[in-house]
């Protein structure tokens, strides 16, 4: 079955810098790839989402790049604020109303 | 803007006891899941249902859980005789083609 590995665990930034959250997967038929963030206590909010046939995907200062080759995909955060601190985790399905296969998290911390 | 929400927020029961979580989706959407975090841990996917059945499960989901979708708004998870080790966040999520997650039932089992 699908396995999805995130790097890093944790992640210290200066607020106002870049923020690089890396993800693998196993299962080449996956093509459904969302990035969620979670704040303490609280429901897991879907940030942006990437399909196989697009190689890179922009929100604001929230950005994914999908290489399929390589099967790995990231989340870029640009301008980091003090409110992007948050648990963040990445995900990968075969549809987007398939299960979710989810990465371990990565806890990012904005310094101020 | 629609959201999913989820009853009760928090559940404290007894090893053994049968516990229900319950969800109300997005109205419009067509499919419903249950996921777990054990607290600090990944999110781990346990059930979807599409079409008034089940389309998928996990491992974890095994003879001791089952959902229910008992009317046109509620989707249910019972689980009939928990265990310690069920402690955990439930989240419910809905579909259309992305998925929506729920605030979560925080379980605990004493």
């Known amino acids: 079955g699908e396995n999805v590995e995130q790097h890093p665990s944790t992640l210290s930034v200066q607020e106002g810098d870049s923020a690089v959250i890396k993800c693998t997967y196993s299962d080449s038929a996956s093509n459904y790839f969302p990035w969620y963030k979670q704040e303490l206590g609280k429901r897991p909010q879907l940030i942006i989402d990437?399909?196989?046939n697009v190689g890179e995907k922009k929100d604001q200062r929230i950005a994914v790049t999908l290489n399929k080759t390589a099967k790995h995909f990231s989340l870029h955060i640009t301008e980091t604020q003090p409110e992007d601190s948050a648990v963040y985790f990445c995900a990968a399905s075969t549809e987007s109303n398939y299960q979710l296969i989810w990465g371990a998290g990565t806890k990012l911390i904005i310094k101020p | 803007e629609p959201e999913v929400t989820q009853t009760p927020s928090h559940q404290v029961t007894q090893m053994g006891q049968e516990v229900i979580l319950r969800c109300v989706p997005i109205s419009n959407h067509l499919y419903f899941y249950w996921y777990r975090q054990i607290l600090g841990q990944k999110v781990e996917f346990l059930v979807s249902f599409y079409n008034n059945e089940i389309s998928e499960k996990s491992e974890i989901f095994d003879d001791q859980f089952s959902v229910e979708r008992p009317d046109g708004s509620n989707f249910t998870l019972k689980i009939r005789s928990t265990k310690l080790e069920d402690s955990a966040m439930y989240f419910c999520?809905?579909?259309?083609?992305?998925?929506?997650f729920g605030p979560g039932t925080r379980l605990t089992v004493l």
């Open positions: 999520a809905s579909s259309d083609s992305k998925q929506f």
């Open positions: 990437i399909r196989s």
